[in-house]
Nanobody, 115 residues
Framework: QVQLVESGGGLVQAGGSLRLSCAVS????????LGWYRQAPGKQRELVTT??????ITYADSVKGRFTISRDNAKDISLQMSSLKPEDTAVYYC??????????WGKGTLVTVSS
């Protein structure tokens, strides 16, 4: 089992920045991909970004150039979000899996961007 705990959500004005963190623990040997997903009100959960153990990084087109995923240490990851827009408002979830089959999910942290 892998446990994921997100932190850092909150309320920010459009154009502002926010940093999310994900603390990873448990059987980390069983995973090789970490990532962030989000779910806006009334919408399906969508991919934001992933990072593999080989440091391959993917971003959704909607966040390219504004969001950056990084590793804090051997286990934990962060998501630096800049130039935030009201449409970035969502619950952000940290996720982990093997070969891009995401199996583990955190409880999520709410990001609200006001216009």
């Amino acid at each position: 089992q892998v446990q994921l705990v997100e932190s850092g959500g909150g309320l920010v004005q459009a154009g502002g920045s926010l940093r999310l963190s994900c603390a990873v623990s448990g059987s980390i040997f069983s995973i090789n991909v970490l990532g962030w997903y989000r779910q806006a009100p009334g919408k399906q959960r969508e991919l934001v970004t992933t990072i593999s153990s080989g440091e391959t990084i993917t971003y959704a087109d909607s966040v390219k150039g504004r969001f950056t995923i990084s590793r804090d240490n051997a286990k934990d990851i962060s998501l630096q979000m800049s130039s935030l827009k009201p449409e970035d408002t969502a619950v952000y979830y940290c996720s982990a899996g093997k070969d891009y089959r995401m199996r583990y999910w955190g409880k999520g942290t709410l990001v609200t961007v006001s216009s």
